[in-house]
């Protein structure tokens, strides 16, 4: 017999995203059923943050830190701050001044709705509440537990600015229209997508008290999955259903924008991302039992659909 | 004899600022020294970052912590990362979709410059990077600093987003061309400009590790500079030299803004100003002799020209 989490029958990752994300939702609702907001703004803020998320990053976050031996339901304000920064992400990346989209997860996008001003201004206040939640009081009181929480926040920081996803989105804004080669375009999505999926997969074992080794192979997961999603994402706009995908496929080509499938091909590019996720999975080998959700999700990204 | 702090020659007020700002901008100047970030990002943030600011923000922070018995080199990072929020919040605001201001400072926007696009990334990077500031790992490895420290990031956040600044501004877009009450407008005021300038006398004394009672002293004292700082700004839009300014006067007008001395008058505006001036001093009271900067700053309001 060889490790344990090889055997066995294998796990049921469908109902185990099913209920990481309810569990995430019910989060989120019940965060906003206060409200001292202006109401146009909240409305603003709840339009995206409700329009259909997989909640990939909070769930993330919240299996690696099974992975590590935590409980998830510690977790929930940190692991929900990552949804607030993607959806900040996504509303602002669709403004005319970037991308330019009109439909996002079959819905109009947000500054179609709430106006431009709004939607900056929704996007801000997202982001800005995302670092609320990841310094909620700790129910851990120790100097370690405080210690870990201030990590987090500086790496889901340096994620998520200009060291990270807006680095990657900035490069990506002044190189539309520009033919890129593959060291430009490793920049962006090391930078756009995977800056933020990899802090996701570190915070959960951060939180978790871990030490170097499984903070290095779940690092490395990390990495290794954020690229193959985000090259899953460039096949999709090639190849996806629009209504599957709830937005108009194509729009890389319409705007010129240099990707995966344009550089390698479509083959080679489903090469690329199996291979990514081959990687991950055995980047988890020393890890036990318990991290066999992050195991499944890395192949789940290759299926998706959306 | 009364209070200590009422006795002997007053302290040059001036050469306080200027020394405070000095610390502040060699701190700010020294942190882009390095940089992974995009350069193209990199010029956007700095040029709005060192555009002549007064600093305000970081040395209300550092005078409070000064005033509670803490050491102003300690906390620059806590107190930079206003000034960050501060740029990133005029960057938001100056966009064609928000007031669409062409001048600031007397150099052109930032939008004006970079582009849209460009701008409100840059405006996301300094929020972000605002962030990381705040958590920067502490001189103090005690429980107590560490929760201090996530205390200030809770507060600053509150204040600086939908619960405040954000929710301010989000107010003044919703109502631009629309007649407000003094109610309106004192929710606009206290949300737009107040909750940053309390947080930033707060999060001195927090960070000092300041009990209830200089806490309140001090809350007070920011929420009446706070108003004060917003009233002088209303005036001086419209009686200001736009030289000194480094803007055009009038905007607030041509915008259709209610502003304080649009419902009260100039003359009425000028005497509530003097009097939350007063009140700001009265609130220091029971604080000693090294609250003396705090003091003389909240007078500085009322004769400030730009």
Redesign the interface.
């Known amino acids: 017999m060889g490790h344990g989490q090889q055997t066995g029958r294998a796990m049921d990752i469908k109902a185990y995203l099913t209920e990481k994300r309810a569990l995430v939702d019910s989060f989120l609702s019940s965060y906003f059923d206060g409200g001292?907001?202006?109401a146009?703004?909240?409305e603003a803020?709840t339009y995206s943050l409700f329009a259909g998320g997989k909640r990939l990053r909070p769930i993330l976050a919240l299996a690696s830190h099974e992975a590590c031996g935590g409980t998830a339901e510690d977790i929930l304000p940190q692991a929900a701050s990552l949804e607030f920064i993607h959806t900040?992400s996504l509303i602002?990346d669709d403004?005319?001044?970037?991308d330019n989209d009109d439909l996002r997860r079959g819905k109009p996008t947000n500054h179609k709705v709430f106006?431009?001003?709004?939607?900056?201004?929704a996007?801000?206040?997202l982001?800005?509440?995302a670092?609320?939640l990841?310094?909620?009081?700790s129910r851990r009181?120790?100097?370690a537990a405080?210690?870990s929480?201030?990590?987090i926040?500086?790496e889901t920081?340096?994620a998520?600015?200009?060291?990270g996803m807006?680095?990657g989105?900035?490069?990506d804004?002044?190189s539309e229209n520009t033919a890129l080669d593959s060291d430009n375009l490793a920049f962006i999505h090391a930078h756009k997508t995977g800056a933020l999926i990899t802090v996701s997969v570190r915070m959960g074992a951060i939180l978790a008290g871990s030490g170097k080794k499984n903070l290095s192979a779940l690092t490395q997961y990390g990495e290794n999955i954020g690229l193959a999603f985000q090259i899953i994402d460039d096949i999709l706009d090639i190849q996806g259903d629009s209504r599957e995908l709830g937005k108009e496929t194509g729009s890389d080509e319409r705007k010129k924008k240099t990707t995966y499938p344009g550089l390698y091909g479509i083959e080679q590019s489903r090469r690329k991302a199996g291979e990514l996720v081959e990687n991950a999975v055995r980047a988890l080998e020393s890890l036990p039992k318990r991290a066999e959700p992050l195991r499944e999700i890395a192949p789940y990204i290759l299926r998706r659909r959306n």
């Open positions: 001292l907001v202006p146009h703004l909240n803020m900040y602002h403004l005319p001044a970037m106006g431009e001003g709004i939607a900056v201004l996007g801000d206040a982001l800005t509440e670092f609320y990841l310094a909620t009081k009181s120790s100097l405080h210690r929480v201030l990590r926040i500086r920081a340096l998520a600015g200009a060291h807006v680095g989105q900035a490069e804004v002044r």
